[in-house]
């Protein structure tokens, strides 16, 4: 069995629980994940899989023909038996009342100021003032004479690479192969998110 999928962002919503509770979930769209390839303990010193997933054929210059893939990750596995090249894994591998973590990257928002990417308190906007969105004061005359490293500054925002862990999954439809996870995820509607399971719920 897998330990991970690769899934798609679709957006937010909500789930009611038989108290009446709502809870906010984000809907993951899991397609087909195809084992690329995989690498064993004799070879690589370890069992993997990786998986890809929205194949499209592919014709190089020299006519040779090949299948590329959108996306691909690389998980770790105890057994690669039925994780053969060309296997398919479906959304039946994480279960309802699961957790999982989840790695996502987040909304690029270009250069920012430190008003936006810090929140930073502006100053007075009258006519008078000459302060408004600037990061004020920022280092020292005599000692040690420079800005010291770290420092908040204006700069680049997003685009950052985010772990969330032990997420309970709310609701999984196998069918239509839609996953509800608890809270919200990083990244964009269609973004790429990896979707690793931490613990499956005990069979009664």
């Not at 390839?37 to 023909?65: C, F, H, V």
């Not at 990244?187 to 613990?199: D, L, N, Q, R």
């Amino acid at each position: 069995m897998p330990s991970g999928l690769i899934a798609r962002k679709v957006g937010m919503s909500k789930v009611f629980l038989e108290s009446g509770e709502a809870i906010p979930v984000t809907y993951l769209r899991v397609p087909i994940n195809i084992v690329v390839r995989t690498k064993t303990k004799e070879k690589d010193g370890y069992d993997a899989i990786i998986l890809g997933i929205d194949p499209k054929n592919w014709k190089s210059r020299k006519g040779k023909e090949h299948v590329r893939y959108a996306v691909q990750k690389e998980w770790a596995v105890e057994s690669l038996d039925g994780l053969n090249p060309g296997a398919q894994v479906t959304l039946e591998s994480v279960p309802a009342e699961s957790q999982v973590t989840i790695v996502g990257t987040s909304k690029g928002k270009g250069f920012q100021g430190v008003v936006k990417r810090y929140g930073f308190t502006r100053g007075p906007m009258s006519h008078g003032s000459h302060h408004h969105r600037e990061p004020g004061s920022s280092g020292m005359r005599e000692k040690p004479g420079r800005v010291i490293k770290g420092k908040r500054y204006p700069g680049h925002m997003g685009l950052d690479q985010l772990t969330l862990k032990h997420r309970p999954v709310m609701a999984c439809d196998t069918k239509s192969g839609v996953l509800a996870v608890k809270g919200p995820i990083p990244g964009p509607s269609g973004a790429a998110v990896y979707v690793t399971i931490e613990s499956a719920p005990q069979k009664k």
